[in-house]
């Protein structure tokens, strides 16, 4: 089960999964089912931030001893995390890592039996080009515009119209940017 942040897990109750069951001890079951997870997004260094989630997997009612859980690894001894072929790209978020590694605990409460489980980490990135062109230059466009209103000579009677232009391209540029944001 999920230790952290599950959100929704939805199965497909109509699927049929008889168990294969190998000589080696390996029993292997397949289930489709998707899980939902939430993460909370740091946004400090917006739009030009990196987001970290961490999720745990395991056994809550049996044992290291009854059930092992263990990462799966390739010929070469490199660990299959995760099948991404059927992963999306998206124009937002550049996937960048996505990490699994064993881990064991003792539960007091249980006579100190150890349980396993696996700790993914994701790691990606938020494409910053959209939002550097669509709200940053905007924003010191209109910056560089509203300096320039001090340029401006006081006799020529154009300053308070080309101040009133100025703010008002300022409002409507930062109701854009407060529905850009997250």
């Known amino acids: 089960m999920f230790f952290n942040q599950l959100s929704g897990l939805h199965f497909n109750?109509?699927?049929?999964?008889?168990?294969?069951?190998?000589?080696?001890?390996?029993?292997?079951?397949?289930?489709?089912?998707?899980?939902?997870?939430?993460?909370?997004?740091?946004?400090?260094?917006?739009?030009f931030d990196r987001?970290?989630?961490?999720?745990e997997v395991g056994s809550w009612a049996h044992s290291m001893d009854e059930i092992d859980i263990v990462v799966s690894r390739d010929a070469h001894?490199?660990?299959n995390a995760a099948d991404l072929r059927f992963f999306k790209e998206?124009?937002?978020?550049r996937l960048t890592r996505f990490d699994v590694v064993e881990f064991t605990?003792?539960?007091?409460?249980l006579h100190n039996k150890t349980f396993s489980g696996l700790r993914y980490t994701v790691v990606f990135y938020r494409e910053a080009a959209y939002f550097v062109i669509n709200l940053i230059m905007p924003s010191l466009m209109i910056n560089v515009l509203c300096m320039l209103n001090f340029a401006i000579p006081c006799q020529s009677g154009e300053k308070v119209g080309y101040g009133i232009t100025?703010?008002?391209?300022q409002s409507v540029n930062l109701m854009v940017v407060s529905e850009m944001m997250p």
Do not use: M, W
């Open 51 to 55: 987001q970290l989630c961490e999720f």
């Open 77 to 79: 001894g490199a660990s």
């Open 13 to 47: 109750e109509h699927f049929p999964s008889p168990p294969a069951i190998f000589a080696d001890g390996l029993v292997l079951v397949l289930k489709p089912f998707r899980v939902e997870l939430e993460c909370k997004l740091r946004v400090l260094h917006f739009p």
């Open 90 to 93: 998206t124009s937002l978020f």
């Open 166 to 169: 100025v703010f008002l391209a």
């Open 105 to 109: 605990y003792n539960d007091p409460e």
